[in-house]
């Protein structure tokens, strides 16, 4: 098993550029959800999904969109990229709300 | 008033101490997750539990709901255990709250 595949790895953007970060798992995971993660911060929630077709808002939502087409694969996508989303990104996923909980290697953002 | 507080927010050690990092929450969880982050690396989830104990090669994780507190514990600290230790606390809606977590540094 690959386990959580996050792709890209690093991103530059300017102000107002769309991407989509990638992430996918193959354990049949369940729950799938979006972290940022900023120097002195917690990990933050952005959005997540208990299952296919079924997304929700996290913690920090605005800016970001997501989807859940299939059990596997969980994008999300920055529609007009700010400064302030200059950051580390994580997706992560577990078997189900209560299950260990895998992360991908990350995604470095930077938005100039 | 952060849900998830971690103690202490870095800690050097020499090598071969045991070390103690704490994690107090105000939330109800179903479930108490450790996490350690290596520099530039990923998050690899080291311990999940709802009650009493785990031990896992020398790393032990403790918690006790009553008093809403959980510590992570390393027996024989070694250089490579060096990392950013995170606690996190899980509701019984599956979203998890992080604490802002514990630098660990282990000097040879």
């Known amino acids: 098993n690959a386990g959580v595949t996050q792709t890209p790895k690093f991103q530059v953007l300017k102000t107002g550029q769309s991407m989509t970060l990638q992430c996918a798992q193959d354990m049949n995971h369940e729950y799938m959800s979006w972290y940022r993660q900023d120097p002195g911060m917690g990990l933050r929630l952005i959005h997540y999904?208990?299952?296919?077709?079924?997304?929700d808002q996290g913690e920090v939502p605005n800016g970001y969109n997501v989807s859940r087409s299939t059990t596997e694969d969980f994008p999300l996508r920055l529609l007009s990229a700010a400064p302030s989303q200059t950051s580390v990104y994580f997706c992560?996923?577990?078997?189900?709300?209560?299950?260990?909980?895998?992360f991908g290697e990350g995604s470095r953002l930077t938005v100039l | 008033k952060n849900e998830v507080e971690q103690s202490p927010q870095n800690l050097t050690a020499q090598e071969g101490e045991f070390i103690t990092i704490n994690c107090s929450y105000s939330?109800?969880?179903?479930?108490l997750h450790w996490l350690q982050q290596h520099p530039g690396g990923g998050i690899v989830s080291l311990f999940m539990l709802s009650s009493g104990k785990k031990k896992h090669g020398r790393l032990i994780a403790t918690i006790n709901i009553q008093e809403k507190h959980s510590s992570l514990h390393i027996t024989a600290s070694h250089p490579r255990d060096s990392a950013v230790y995170i606690c996190?606390?899980?509701?019984?809606?599956?979203?998890?709250?992080f604490g802002k977590g514990t630098k660990l540094s282990v000097k040879p």
């Open positions: 939330v109800g969880i179903s479930a």
């Open positions: 996190a606390a899980g509701g019984s809606q599956g979203n998890l709250i």
């Open positions: 999904s208990v299952g296919a077709g079924i997304t």
């Open positions: 992560a996923s577990r078997l189900a709300n209560t299950g260990e909980l895998f």
